[in-house]
Nanobody, 124 residues
Framework: QVQLVESGGGLVQAGGSLRLSCVASGRTFSSYAMGWFRQAPGKEREFVAGISVRGGTTEYADSVKGRFTISRDNAKNTLYLQMNTLKPEDTAVYLC?????????????????WGQGTQVTVSS
């Protein structure tokens, strides 16, 4: 099992950038495919981006494709989400999640480990 802690959220103007980090405890981070999800008030949790155990395969929601980049550093037990050209509709709590499998998926229920989340607010 890994425990996940996100950081890097904050308030930014539209068009700005943020980089989120998710640090995992334990020695098995490199055995977990990882994902970023987000949840806005009154809305369901939605997939943002996912990455395979070695980082060779990534996938993105259409709404963030071309603006967000997911990456990982297994030596540092850390997952990243670089967010550029932010829009007000990106405002949400962002959570990292892990599943003990080679590849990520788009589905919340496929992930067994979750962080507490970090707030991202984009002003217009």
């Amino acid at each position: 099992q890994v425990q996940l802690v996100e950081s890097g959220g904050g308030l930014v103007q539209a068009g700005g950038s943020l980089r989120l980090s998710c640090v995992a405890s334990g020695r098995t981070f490199s055995s977990y495919a990882m994902g970023w999800f987000r949840q806005a008030p009154g809305k369901e949790r939605e997939f943002v981006a996912g990455i395979s155990v070695r980082g060779g395969t990534t996938e993105y929601a259409d709404s963030v494709k071309g603006r967000f980049t997911i990456s990982r550093d297994n030596a540092k037990n850390t997952l990243y989400l670089q967010m550029n050209t932010l829009k007000p509709e990106d405002t949400a709590v962002y959570l990292c999640a892990g599943r003990r499998a080679t590849f990520s998926t788009l589905y919340v229920n496929d992930y067994s480990n979750w962080g507490q989340g970090t707030q991202v607010t984009v002003s217009s």
